[in-house]
């Protein structure tokens, strides 16, 4: 209910309607009707809401490292019209899939679009995609048969809202030509959407779209949802009836995927004629949105996935001291007595001991995020690091002392579970010139934590600049609990590196041993469970009936002749 074409089909029904400020979550329940290509979406009945958004989705997964194509759509079904005579549209709004002009789902172009041969003019609208990776970052990546020197517009609506971005194209050698541009941006979204125009091509010079790339860095086994149909306008009454409207037929949903495993959500909206927006008469309200389902086609089976619950505990006085109401101490030994690291020298590697008397809030829990505080006594600018982060379980609840060597030994992580990898730290500490700061390290694997042993967490820090003095910058630590970490440091060697030596796994000249924990709050979740399950011989509740509309938006019923718009088609009704 995000794009303009649909507005409209709301209105007469919400003029008779309530005004409410909020929507509850709707209750999603397992599918019915399962078939080998479709299935009925069900829920329950959601108090003021006039309407559906009802979302199908496959479910992708980065096989590598790195940069991962979200979607890439060449409008390969475009196979009219040429520069000289381009196809042009007798309708205001084309849905590029529905008519094959695309071939992966959600693509439409506004405008009364114009086409030649694999190309698309006019405003394109993208699908809603699943951003939340890498932080929401993300590129856009347009391919466009353009004069050089026009600027595409480029409109996101993310987690920053809509958001407008002027790019501009690139022919080689000039003239007229394609032109590929990238546009790197961090507002990604579970359901993202933007619209790609050409807005200053003058009359007679092309102004085309040929292919549209979205981007985006994940790691390996990163999971993200794909949309492969959607009802957004599924009425929340039978027309004929009155009756609830709680279940959606997804007749064909297999046709832009060959999984055989799906998934749904949806959300509630209505129509606030109180509080007029912009050029609108009224505020859209959304629910949050519902629990995901998955659906399995062949097994015609169904469950309800419960979304993770988000918690939290504390290592030391963590909130006290972030907010300057605890009389918290930073490490102040030598410059490598310190955890989790120093940047006063290029490499360190830090083992901490939790205990799990320390986790117990934590047990059976996936831990997401890992925070620590700093305090910046004079650092004024940014020192990149590559971190890494590894996890596991361990029966001791102190590093081990070699009486032989009169050394202590770091444990080894090679069977550790590796929870973020080569991630780019590059916080400006001028922000935090002369006061406290967090350094926040968001895993890009959950640990399942089992509760039943301490937890080793290792952490590496790898750049190529270091800070004038040990003191400009320190992390506060947790009194009386002297022995629970170790931290190596060193200029030129990388903890990676001196694993590999024939000193290790002893601490050596350059570690501190017996130093304490530092403050750490851990961020850790409930996983993912499924709470329901039915089989393909459960029916729904409730009725379909999908409403009919004039060309001018006015709501039709059944005896009304003509054109009409069903399901965002036109149909002539005889």
Known sequence: MKRFYL???FMPLALFTAAQATLSKPVALPATNI????FNANWKTVDGSEAYCVYAYDLKQAATKGATTIVDEDFAGVTQGSVISPVVSEDAYVDLSDYGYATTYGWGAYGY???????VGGVIYSPYLDLRGDKGRYQIVVTSYCTDGDSLYITTHGSKGEMLHKVATHVANGGTGLSTDTLTLDDGSKDLFFTV????????????????????NLESGTTYYNMVAADEAVMAKDESTGAEVTTKRFGAPTRYTSSKVLYYDLHATKNDYT???GHMPYTAIYSPYSDMVKVDLINKSSEVLTSPTTDSLEVGQYAATLAGTASSKVYDGSYFSVAPTTFYLKHTGSQIIYTAADLAKAAGKEITTIKFIFNNQSLYTAYPRKVNVKMKEIGEST???DSDKKDYCFFNDDDAQAVLSNYAYSEDFSGYYGTDGELVLHLSKPYAYSGTKNLLVSITFDGDEACESAFDLGFYYVPKTTGKAMTFTNDNVTFADYQQTDDWPLAGLNTGTRLEQPITQFVFRSPATPTGIVTVDQQPSGTVHTPAYNLAGQRVNDSYKGIVIKNHKKVVVK
């Open 197 to 216: 125009v050409n807005n200053t091509a003058k009359s007679g010079t092309p102004d085309y779209i040929d292919r549209v790339q979205v981007l985006q």
């Open 275 to 277: 509080k007029p927006s």
């Open 113 to 119: 679009p114009s086409f030649i041969t694999g190309m």
């Open 35 to 38: 078939t080998n290509t479709g």
């Open 7 to 9: 507005l409209t089909l």
């Open 399 to 401: 590093f081990t002392y």
